[in-house]
């Protein structure tokens, strides 16, 4: 099982608090450093205020080495695809092709309204279309062009340069919905991932997928499963305690929902999620000042995963 570092920038950190906890995960052994893509703090001041996702990862990419980068998830409705297709093979060549770009339809209003992006109300549509655009973008052979006329988006004659290193880039496709997106998963991604679901519910989403490969024709084993929990370990129950406290959780509700408690009760959860097929957790790190924490993990955790 893959451990991936996945951060909530939006809720305050500058590029510098994001860089240290990469190249920590980096020389700790995760295998990947995530971050979501949003632009206002979910509670909070969100001080110094947020940072763009792909710029960041574009910066980590050259102070790193080894560690895979992405976002959990950039929405459809930030960018125009042929200019999201342009910066994350532009970064997946900075990063001699360690990226992989989550993409979802966008969810929280209010970042729309305080930055001036269009939130329209049915955004399933634009998902779909993105998807397609950058798959066929990337996808068109060097020297030919790329043409594109759906309801949403047109590309005429695009010479789709620049190429991303990874043929193919890795796309992850998460959500919860029940047909649609496991239907969008089965046809696009490469990895399905369920963020902050009850725990019960991950078998049951992860078997809705599976059926949506086997409707589609695609083998369900060629697709990576995942899942996003918050994360909150201590070496003790007080440490425990003092690392809830320090995110305003409340140790009970973070050991129903998360990967939280002793080390014990960490390994036990993802060693459950393991046995329901998820092949990487993405491990939410709230207090990005708390390195400790990423150390604790990595000593006592990891080894037994893998």
Known sequence: MDLRIFTEPQQGASYDDQLRVAQRAERLGYDAFFRSDHFVAMGGDGLPGPTDSWVTLGGIARETSTIRLGTLVTSATFRQPGLLAIQVAQVDAMSGGRVELGLGAGWFEREHAAYGFPFPPKRFGLLTEQFEILTGLWGTPEGETFSYDGEHYQLAQSPALPKPVQKP????????????????AARFAAEYNTSFPEIADIPTRFATVRS??????????????????????GADEAEFTRRAAAIGREPGELREHGIAGTVAEARARLEQLKEWGAGRVYLQVLDLSDLDHLDLVATEIMPALR
């Open 169 to 184: 880039l890795p796309l992850i496709v998460g959500g919860n919905g029940p047909r649609r997106t496991p239907a969008l």
């Open 212 to 233: 949506a490969c086997e409707e589609a024709g695609r083998d369900p084993e060629t697709l990576t499963y995942s899942a996003a929990l918050v994360l909150a370990v």
